[in-house]
């Protein structure tokens, strides 16, 4: 069965995709634990500058509307929230929350032997790195997902099969532990 757009699909004044069955066959999205290898990586290599759990916290947020369809027993869907405008409005969201409760974060991060200091620049700028980059993800592999809604259309659905999505994701863990390392590493050779 092929998925197509219709008019009877409106959701947020967006035409979107019509609902799958749970009988047709889907690309998989790289499951939200996937989405913290590459996210890790790019905290990690741009740490100090980027605050690390909000990096991670924006590149998991977005999936709290597939979460909602499965809680809700619906099949799994990529909508709004799925969009960059949609990412932007839950990775603020997410960056109020880390700031608020920056004093944890940092305590955790110090634990990692990682010390950061939260500012609201380090913290927004992650967490928008990081459901951006989940969007990224999610788009070669949804046909319902419009990255640039109000634009229709998604450019980047099938240049990259979800095999090597996942592969990626989990290559990008992989390479940021030695990553970690180092910088625990640059941390005790530069004590603030």
Not at 44 to 52: E, K
Not at 121 to 138: M, V
Request: charged share 5%.
């Amino acid at each position: 069965m092929s998925i197509g757009l219709t008019s009877s699909n409106l959701v947020l004044g967006a035409t979107l995709t019509k609902f799958r069955t749970p009988h047709e066959k889907l690309n998989t999205m790289p499951f939200t634990p996937f989405h913290l290898g590459p996210s890790l990586l790019i905290g990690l290599i741009l740490f100090p500058y980027l605050f690390l759990p909000s990096i991670l916290l924006g590149s998991i947020i977005v999936d709290v509307e597939p979460l909602a369809f499965l809680l809700l027993g619906l099949p799994v869907q990529h909508l709004f929230f799925h969009t960059f405008l949609g990412a932007t409005i839950l990775a603020l969201i997410g960056a109020l929350v880390i700031y608020l409760l920056r004093g944890i974060f940092e305590k955790i991060m110090a634990s990692f032997l990682l010390p950061q200091t939260a500012s609201p620049l380090n913290i927004t700028a992650a967490a928008l790195i990081g459901a951006y980059s989940h969007i990224l993800l999610d788009g070669f592999l949804y046909p319902e997902m419009q990255p640039f809604w109000p634009l229709l259309g998604n450019p980047f659905l099938g240049l990259v099969s979800s095999s090597t999505i996942y592969l990626f994701c989990v290559l990008c863990f992989i390479i940021a532990i030695p990553v970690y390392i180092f910088q625990i590493w640059r941390v005790k050779q530069h004590p603030k």
